[in-house]
């Protein structure tokens, strides 16, 4: 066996590399050479040899074939890496900057880490980050509600490792009318700007998200399930625009005008999307989705700036929306005490 000196005996590169292999695997219950090949951005041989190089070291490391994985045994404790400048000023402006304009649970506990983190760092280091903090500020998305409901968060994700039964008291978005369901939890979901549980529900009698903001109340009950083994989220979430699968594929295709063309085309709103341009400036982009619902509004974001070509019910239902939409508008404006949509 070489001795545990030649883990260090070899160029500066390759043991910021090694140390980097044992954080990530230390990190996580395991790794494959995949990750790791993308994550350090050489090939699976080199990381294979590096492997190899940490056992040899004396590092208890080993392929689980179950997990596909490698990982390293819990009694192995490897010490902290000096952070780099960008690593550090990532953690801290998220910490410092972020928390309170995106949802996130447990801010208060980001900030409490990264004032940790900020206390052992270097000192170059970390008058770099102060000087770098007091130039970067962060405008809050108006949209954006700060209301973070760690209560709910914590609740529901114990729920999900422990397989328990909860119930919700569940807000709706239109007429208010709140309804009682049993929820099987199976994951947590962070989509535009708001979070998700999702699981079988008994009011809907399938899967459904739910927001988290709008469940009123909710209690663990004493009541386990089982998950369904077919369930996998990104097959729930494939052809979704968004978070409601509603069981019916549409092929849509738009063409947006030549003053928006680019900058839509250049997003990849959809993992089916395909776009192309044309003679005339405008862009053509098609969409494979599941469901028109969520769509609909997205399409309706850019005004008169696209045209919906196909399907013909995805074109009739964006014309009926702008022309209830045009005639709303044309109309005297009410007493302040009528409701101009009717009672």
């Not at 044992?22 to 050489?42: E, I, M, R, W």
């Not at 130039?135 to 509600?145: E, L, M, R, Y």
């Not at 989705?289 to 070509?309: A, M, P, R, Y």
């Amino acid at each position: 066996m070489k001795p545990a000196t030649e883990l260090f005996l070899t160029k500066p590169h390759r043991i910021n590399r090694l140390l980097t292999i044992l954080s990530a695997l230390q990190s996580t219950q395991s790794c494959n050479t995949g990750d790791l090949s993308k994550l350090l951005g050489v090939s699976k041989r080199t990381i294979y040899r590096d492997l190899t190089v940490i056992r040899e070291a004396g590092v208890l490391c080993r392929y689980n074939s179950q997990a596909d994985g490698y990982s390293i045994d819990p009694r192995f404790h490897l010490f902290v890496q000096t952070l780099t400048q960008e690593e550090a000023l990532s953690l801290l402006l998220f910490a410092h900057k972020m928390r309170n304009h995106i949802h996130i649970p447990f801010a208060d506990s980001a900030l409490r880490s990264a004032l940790k983190i900020q206390a052992n760092l270097s000192d170059s280091v970390k008058q770099y980050c102060n000087a770098a903090l007091q130039k970067i500020s962060i405008k809050a998305d108006p949209q954006v509600g700060m209301d973070l409901l760690d209560n709910v968060f914590t609740q529901l994700l114990n729920a999900i490792l422990t397989n328990q039964v909860v119930e919700i008291h569940y807000c709706l978005a239109l007429s208010k009318k709140c309804i009682i369901t049993y929820l099987e939890p199976y994951h947590l979901l962070h989509s535009d700007r708001t979070w998700y549980v999702i699981g079988k529900s008994s009011f809907h009698k399938k899967l459904y998200g739910f927001k988290l903001k709008r469940i009123k109340e909710l209690n663990v009950l004493d009541k386990r399930f089982v998950e369904d083994s077919r369930f996998d989220i990104n097959e729930y979430l494939s052809c979704a625009w968004s978070m409601k699968p509603e069981n019916a594929l549409y092929h849509v295709r738009l063409r947006f005008a030549p003053d928006v063309a680019e900058d839509v085309a250049e997003v990849q709103w959809h993992h089916t999307q395909t776009a192309i341009y044309n003679n005339d400036g405008s862009a053509t982009i098609e969409f494979r989705v599941d469901g028109l619902s969520e769509i609909t509004w997205w399409i309706l974001s850019f005004g008169d700036k696209v045209q919906v070509l196909a399907p013909k019910i995805l074109r009739i239902k964006i014309a009926e929306i702008a022309q209830n939409i045009t005639r709303n508008n044309q109309q005297e404006l009410p007493s302040h005490n009528a409701n101009p949509f009717g009672s």
